[in-house]
């Protein structure tokens, strides 16, 4: 158990996407008192940014059990297991009737910029862990408050920490500029829907080789069915994209294993140009378009195009945690025990080992980050993956070390699971084409 000048305290959780909520569940299920501090205007604010496409693992494997619990106590009813929701239908059908459920115990707004030790800094060692978390808020209207804590749990994400696109983890010479002049636009943009008009009839690049990738290539794809001026290039730094493709029709997930069948059509048919090996330089301005300066399997290579759309992949930002003794994995920033069964080299998300609290712990006692950001760089994360992990942190606070230690979790192996979607595997889909007679239907990744 926590020591007693600490047992009045909230347990602060930093983010109200799915993983911080259940996190709350969680810690409210086991008698304590959460606290969730979330930097945007409403909860799941980095899901409502790509809120238009669709999941590819159905509702059974993206509700939390205590959240679940919770809601059908307040008269919820769960939504059909084998549907696959779109990121906005997670948010209204699960995360803000959740919100509802959990209470004032959500701050919106309220953007967490340090942790620290109650007046004590990373050096001091006397009475470490008796000593309340402090964790300062830059509230949306400018002022700053200290909040004290018993515990935190860090749930924010990596979806403000985009990869850069140059060589070497670096911008490349240019980068900031293109992005500040609108030729690199966001992940995961509406290629069919609101954001139509940027990219029809246009020279469209797509960077990267993840599921995050393969969804924009789709949108793409059916924009220029539809378009037929849009012409669509896919630059990867490997030398093949048979890893994208994933299992197709052998993958658990028939959503994801489509994704790869469809994409490799494209590829084959010619609708998408591919540029493979293709290492970025530097970009610039070429008469009003953005000229991208690249090595190729052949030589160096220019590609002029219209618009970039980034799928590179995140990395955690861990400036607010400057504070904190953290003992983070050298190669992927995930907690130093978890980094070696997650190493996207070696494992993808259906083989990675349960894991809970032990292997999520610090030197600094109490403290863990959890969710997509748990995993650093790695890409290989599914949203159960957060869910068992905030469960047994639950059950850790709440003194229950055998429950904390009693780890599952069922998760479809087959199938590639890498990508780039803020470090998650469920990575959005796009929508197939409208069917005859019927309804649109979907896939994902």
């Known amino acids: 158990m926590l020591e007693t000048t600490t047992q009045n305290l909230p347990v602060v959780i930093i983010g109200a996407g799915p993983v911080g909520l259940a996190a709350a569940a969680h810690i409210h299920e086991r008698g304590l008192t959460p606290l969730v501090l979330e930097a945007g205007e409403t909860i799941g604010h980095a899901v409502r940014k790509w809120g238009h496409t669709r999941l590819f693992s159905p509702w059974r494997f993206n509700i939390d059990s205590a959240a679940g619990r919770l809601l059908e106590s307040n008269g919820w009813q769960t939504p059909d297991a084998d549907a696959l929701p779109t990121g906005h239908e997670l948010i209204d059908n699960y995360l803000s009737p959740l919100a509802t459920a959990l209470g004032d115990v959500i701050r919106t707004g309220s953007h967490v910029v340090a942790v620290s030790r ?21 509230d949306s209207d400018g002022s700053s408050e200290d909040v004290l804590a018993r515990s935190v749990i860090d749930a924010s994400g ?151 759309v980034p799928a590179t992949g995140f990395r955690p930002d861990l400036s607010i945690l400057s504070e904190l003794r953290l003992d983070l994995d050298p190669a992927v920033e995930a907690p130093s025990q978890l980094g070696p069964l997650i190493d996207p080299e070696f494992h993808n998300c259906g083989n990675v080992a349960p894991h809970g609290e032990r292997l999520l712990s610090h030197p600094e006692a109490n403290f863990y980050i959890v969710g997509m950001k748990s995993y650093g760089r790695a890409p290989t994360f599914l949203m159960a993956t957060g869910y068992e992990q905030v469960r047994s942190i639950a059950a850790a606070l709440a003194g229950d070390r055998a429950a904390a230690d009693d780890v599952h979790l069922d998760l479809p192996e087959t199938g590639v699971c890498t990508t780039d979607l803020g470090g998650s595997c469920e990575a959005p889909a796009a929508p197939q084409p409208v069917t005859i007679g019927g309804p649109p239907s979907s896939t994902c990744c």
């Open 118 to 138: 109650e007046g004590i800094d990373k050096t001091r060692s006397a009475n470490r862990d008796a000593t309340p978390f402090l964790v300062r808020i830059a």
């Open 158 to 308: 990596t979806w403000e920490q985009p990869n850069p696109l140059g060589r070497s983890g670096l911008p490349a010479p240019g980068e900031t500029e293109a992005i500040a002049a609108g030729s690199i636009v966001k992940p995961l943009p509406a290629v069919i829907g609101a954001d139509r008009d940027r990219f029809a009839g246009r020279h469209v690049l797509v960077v990267g080789a993840g599921h995050s990738a393969a969804n924009t290539l789709l949108d793409l794809g059916e924009l220029a069915r539809e378009e037929p001026t849009t012409r669509i290039s896919w630059a990867v730094r490997s030398a093949d994209v048979s890893s994208v493709y994933g299992g197709e029709g052998n993958d658990e997930l028939a959503a994801r294993g489509a994704l790869g069948t469809r994409l490799r059509r494209l590829v084959e048919t010619g609708v998408i140009d591919i540029h493979t090996s293709f290492v970025i330089n530097r970009f610039d301005n070429a008469n009003g378009r953005l000229r991208v300066s690249a090595a190729g399997p052949t030589g160096d290579e220019d590609l002029d195009v219209d618009v970039l």
